[in-house]
């Protein structure tokens, strides 16, 4: 495929004012911040979370605005839906959690999907575990500090409220999570109903205005083990919606607003659509590096000279299922973000970028590496993993 051909109907993020980078801008106006680069959102009256004492942005990992309006119809996560947002590209937890702690865009923050090629250290890491793909220790552990790599300013530290983190205590102290911690007071929990005590033990905390962000893995954990339509996501998402209702509950009276969000939707994808570039040698022989990026939206790295018989052998036999493009393309698109990029993001999305049509992925695995037994993906330009909701309800 050429840069120019239609393929699927890919949804790009709307970073001029729906997307969750717009999100975040308006929660660092309304804790006092400033936002830089990106607009607010223009669905999401300001004034009324300036005058908010306690502002909570809960995270729901997975929960697509697909789902919440059609298996989670009628919910009261749903009945408290405002509108709908994009996450950002791709959308997948690396990048847009990362979002999330920084307010930047990928093309600010440079994190470009679960395993990213670093120039600086010449291997391709597995971003959240902070880890080198082929395998070892966190590299924190050899003295290299993901803060320093990433580079990154935590919003927390943007803000002129204290701010709360409220997550998982097996990520509370990983390498990543504490790069982006700043100021903000560390509130680790062990299962659903302790997260939803552990917000609500923050709003009560103080009488103080404050922040409080909130972090929930396992709708995403689910759909990736089960398929996001398979009756064990259906019964956890009963269950989120019935923490949700608790919490509400905790929180009235305390002049607080709670959003809630999302970083990513999911699809469900069929043996049959698993594409493994093993079985397509004159393609792997391409490339100097494993393919990076997201199975569902992937960076090509190409060997020198072999540009042209990679897009041939793309365009005859992969052309009904992969949509090729440059990724300097791209990235003069926005498909990445707005504004000034990171030094570093030509280097984080290769030659190439492959889009995944018609719900396929496609599976580069490592020597070494164990087989992917995953049912749900995300990280696709699919209406159903891009779009997100906005929860908004005030206590």
């Known amino acids: 495929m050429t840069d120019a051909a239609a393929g699927d109907a890919w949804v790009y993020p709307d970073y ?36 908010t004492r306690k502002l909570v942005l809960l995270v729901l990992d997975g929960l697509g605005y697909q789902y919440l309006t059609q298996q989670g119809a009628g ?6 839906l405002l509108t709908r947002l994009t996450s950002v590209a791709p959308p997948t937890t690396a990048t847009a959690i990362t979002t999330f702690l920084t307010g930047q865009a990928p093309q600010q923050h440079g994190l470009t999907g679960w395993f ?29 500090s993901a803060a320093a790599l990433f580079g990154h300013v935590p919003l927390f530290d943007r803000l002129a409220v204290k701010s709360t983190s409220v997550c998982p205590d097996w990520i509370a102290h990983s390498e990543f999570n504490c790069a982006h911690l700043g100021r903000a007071e560390l509130r680790p929990y062990r299962d659903l109903e302790q997260c939803f005590r552990s917000i609500a033990r923050a709003v009560r905390s103080t009488d103080a205005p404050g922040y409080v962000y909130a972090y929930w893995p396992g709708f995403d954990r689910l759909a990736h083990e089960l398929g996001v339509a398979s009756d064990g996501v ?18 009235a009276g305390t002049d607080s607003t709670v959003l809630v969000t999302a970083d990513h939707g999911f699809v469900d994808v069929a043996a049959e659509k698993r594409i493994e570039l093993a079985t397509h040698p004159l393609l792997k022989d391409c490339l100097a590096l494993p393919l990076c990026g997201e199975q569902r939206l992937s960076y090509a790295y190409v060997r020198a000279g072999f540009g042209q018989a990679f897009e041939d052998y793309l365009d005859e036999h992969l052309g009904q299922v992969i949509e090729w493009h440059h990724s300097a393309a791209l990235l003069q698109q926005n498909l990445f973000g707005l504004g000034e990029p990171h030094p570093e993001l030509a280097s984080r999305i290769g030659d190439y970028t492959l889009m995944l049509k018609h719900g396929y992925v496609i599976q580069d695995p490592m020597p070494g590496e164990k087989p992917f037994t995953m049912v749900g993906f995300h990280g696709g330009l699919s209406a159903a993993e891009m779009y997100v909701p906005l929860i908004v309800a005030h206590c």
């Open 234 to 251: 259906s019964e956890h998402f009963a269950a989120l919606d019935a923490g949700f209702v608790r919490l509400l509950d905790r929180l």
């Open 16 to 51: 001029r004012g729906g997307s969750i980078v717009n999100l975040m801008a308006t929660v660092v106006s309304a804790c006092g911040g400033r936002a830089e680069g990106y607009a607010s959102l223009p669905t999401l009256d300001l004034e009324p979370l300036v005058g």
């Open 75 to 80: 919910s009261t996560l749903h009945r408290q």
């Open 116 to 144: 990213t090629w670093f120039r600086e250290v010449g291997s391709v890491l597995a971003v959240l575990p902070f880890a080198p793909r082929c395998g070892g220790q966190p590299l924190g552990g050899t003295g290299v």
